[in-house]
């Protein structure tokens, strides 16, 4: 599966092992930045930066349900049943005449007696090339000379709701069905031509259409992939105007007339792909309304621009698609079989405290509310908080941002984890959040002093800026909120003075973001100070 580029900023790395602040950490980053993928040292970023939001899925056992449901799975399980203990085929391993009839009553296709019609010997044909690719059914000759078709080796493990063989299995037919979809408007001119070069040209242009529609229906898939992650529950169902929109216009611009009639171009292109995939219960799928496409006083109806809003009923018209559970399941083994890092929500909650913060800090691609939220699931409050905490503790270029994390996590628990944090109200790196949390909670605690509340200002402070991935209006509040006195000589000349491992570069932001020039200038001369007391 090919990977999707944007136009939005180089995601950036995230702080490693080396001097801190050089790095930036991708704790709490917007949509467009907050997951990446690298290609190789020598590509370039725009080209292969890739987007892939962690996502949940349901159990095995869920998939595989649905799984089974699919008509053409089912179908192709029953024929594979079917031919036990052998069935004669013809010399190119499809049924006789008179089992193509039998095949199509069996899946119910037709009736039990009476005129089978085309339909249903063309549909059940189609399960059984589908069971033959999927090797349920092994085709042969015997000793005797004669084809014939048996049960392949998977087929009473799939009967048998194997998780591992059922989507093994139902993931190599949706990947079939990708293939089909991609190459079913490509295909070459009926006839051939008796000129060789112009029949190579026609071939040409076949293989062209062919990559061009395999590309756009990856790229397609994927915007659905993120969608379908971020969206709410019963939220998941995207028109088809809005999806070709996302392939069409830079983000940050408005559609133009020339780019609403690419969307219209690419709606009409997606329709039937997607149509096919739904068949393998990838997605659901509301075709456009054909009546919609017809030319009414010699113009072209168009898709509306993705801003207007009309209602429910006319959208529906211009189709819609949702990708299913099983569609995730998808769309994520085709990107991880690329190479791209695809995470699952609560990847990290069966590791301790230390791991689920690491990786948290250190990933590019999780989304930390809900992994703390996976990881407090089923534990006890209280060890789980003094977990938390001692886990929190350090100056590495991390630290902040674990800190940070333990404060959400503290608010998730609520009182149960009172006694934990009072265990720590007098540790030098986490004494000071700790008492503002349990002051909040109406515990009666004093208030930190002076130097340890600096030193958790600054702590605080870095955090945001870690995690802010450049936002200069986030880091404006916070600089706005800084309880600055009338002399801010005073305050900054306390500041500088605090030994954090951030204090020179918190100071410089003060001076780059105050409003104030008094008070910017003096961060500035604090900086600069803080940077004379590291060296």
Request: proline share 7%; with cysteine; charged share 30%.
């Amino acid at each position: 599966m090919a990977g999707r580029s944007r136009n939005t900023p180089d995601h950036p790395s995230a702080a490693g092992d080396g001097e801190p602040g050089e790095g930036l950490l991708p704790a709490d980053f917007d949509l467009a930045d907050l997951y990446g993928a690298r290609g190789g040292d020598d590509e370039d970023l725009d080209d292969s930066a890739v987007l892939v939001p962690p996502i949940t899925l349901p159990a095995d056992a869920e998939l595989v349900t649905a799984a089974l449901a699919v008509p053409l799975i089912a179908h192709a399980l029953a024929l594979a049943r079917w031919t036990a203990p052998r069935r004669p085929v013809d010399e190119f391993g499809d049924l006789t005449e008179e089992d193509r009839e039998a095949a199509a009553r069996l899946l119910g296709l037709a009736p039990a007696e009476g005129e089978v019609s085309e339909e249903a010997v063309v549909e059940a044909m189609r399960s059984w090339a589908l069971a033959c690719d999927l090797d349920l059914v092994e085709t042969g000759t015997t000793a005797e000379g004669t084809h014939a078709a048996v049960p392949g080796p998977d087929l009473e493990a799939a009967e048998q709701g194997d998780p591992s063989v059922v989507l093994g299995l139902w993931l190599d037919a949706a990947g079939i069905m990708r293939e089909l979809a991609a190459e079913a408007d490509s295909l070459a001119p009926e006839g051939e031509s008796d000129d060789e070069d112009a029949a190579e040209a026609e071939l040409a242009d076949v293989e062209q259409a062919r990559e061009a529609a395999t590309e756009l229906l990856d790229e397609a898939l994927q915007v659905l992939y993120e969608m379908t992650a971020f969206a709410d529950p019963g939220e998941e169902t995207v028109p088809l105007g809005v999806l070709a929109a996302l392939l069409v216009v830079p983000e940050g611009e408005e559609p133009d007339e020339e780019m609403l009639g690419e969307i219209t171009d690419l709606m009409v292109a997606l329709d039937p792909m997607l149509g096919d995939l739904a068949e393998l219960g990838l997605m659901e799928h509301r075709p456009i309304d054909p009546e919609l496409f017809e030319e009414e006083d010699g113009e072209d109806v168009v898709a509306p621009a993705p801003d207007t809003e009309p209602d429910d009923e006319e959208a529906a018209r211009f189709g819609t698609v949702r990708l299913t559970p099983l569609g995730q399941y998808a769309v994520r083994e085709w990107l991880m079989e690329q190479g791209y890092d695809a995470p699952l929500i609560g990847e990290l909650a069966d590791g301790d405290a230390q791991a689920l913060l690491r990786g948290i800090t250190e990933a590019g691609n999780v989304l930390p509310d809900k992994e703390l939220l996976a990881w407090l699931a089923g534990r006890e409050p209280e060890g789980a908080a003094r977990e938390l905490l001692a886990a929190a503790r350090g100056l590495d270029a991390n630290s902040p941002v674990r800190r940070m994390l333990c404060a959400v996590a503290l608010e998730e628990l609520g009182e149960p984890a009172r006694p934990a944090a009072l265990e720590v109200v007098d540790d030098p790196e986490l004494g000071g959040g700790a008492r503002a949390w349990l002051r909040a909670q109406g515990v009666d605690v004093a208030a930190p002093e002076r130097p340890v509340a600096l030193w958790t200002a600054v702590d605080s402070f870095a955090a945001v800026m870690l995690t802010s991935e450049g936002d200069a209006g986030r880091l404006r509040e916070l600089v706005a909120g800084l309880p600055v006195t009338d002399n801010p000589a005073s305050y900054f000349g306390e500041l500088w003075r605090v030994e954090h491992p951030y204090t020179a570069q918190v100071l410089e932001i003060v001076g780059e973001l105050h409003l104030d020039r008094s008070v910017a200038k003096e961060a500035r001369k604090a900086a600069f100070r803080a940077r004379s007391q590291q060296r």
